[in-house]
């Protein structure tokens, strides 16, 4: 088993990369907004490859899922800054998904596009600053604490 204490530059990057998952998954919630700014746009066309390729495989986003969670984070040969960063990516992209839902109930009451618009936007910028701050906490080698999210993710990793 593996303890807290000081990071590679592999561990790192390595810890970084779970969070490409929270931020395709998000680029959903952000399509009114990228379309109201499009120059806000030009920062994600990094992703369009990436996203083209998640959305083409059928039931991708489980298969990553159950790969992170059970090849990464359940694996304690595996640095423990690596698996806390990749358990805080997979409840950020719980939460996307519980919001997805909330979205779509919303939705189906008539009348209520400025609503999904406003919650669309509010997710997307909430997810994206979730993400750059995580990405660069990481990057610095040091716990993003992320408040709820962090919590519950001490609890599953041990």
């Not at 779970?18 to 920062?43: D, H, K, M, T």
């Not at 609503?115 to 080698?141: M, P």
């Not at 408040?147 to 519950?152: E, F, G, L, Q």
């Amino acid at each position: 088993m593996t303890w807290r204490g000081s990071t590679t530059v592999s561990d790192r990057i390595f810890a970084c990369l779970p969070y490409l998952l929270p931020l395709i998954e998000g680029l959903a919630f952000g399509s009114f907004l990228l379309r109201q700014f499009p120059v806000i746009g030009l920062l994600f066309i990094p992703l369009i490859p990436i996203a083209g390729l998640y959305s083409s495989i059928p039931f991708s986003s489980l298969i990553i899922f159950f790969a992170l969670f059970f090849l990464v984070v359940r694996n304690e040969r595996i640095s423990h800054f690596i698996r806390f960063n990749t358990m805080q990516a997979i409840l950020l992209d719980i939460v996307l998904f519980l919001c997805q839902i909330i979205r779509q109930v919303i939705g189906s009451v008539p009348g209520t596009g400025f609503a999904i618009e406003t919650i669309s936007n509010t997710i997307f910028i909430g997810i994206v600053a979730a993400v750059v701050y995580s990405v660069a906490q990481s990057l610095f080698g040091r716990y993003a604490e992320i408040p709820a999210i962090s919590d519950a993710v001490h609890m599953q990793v041990r």
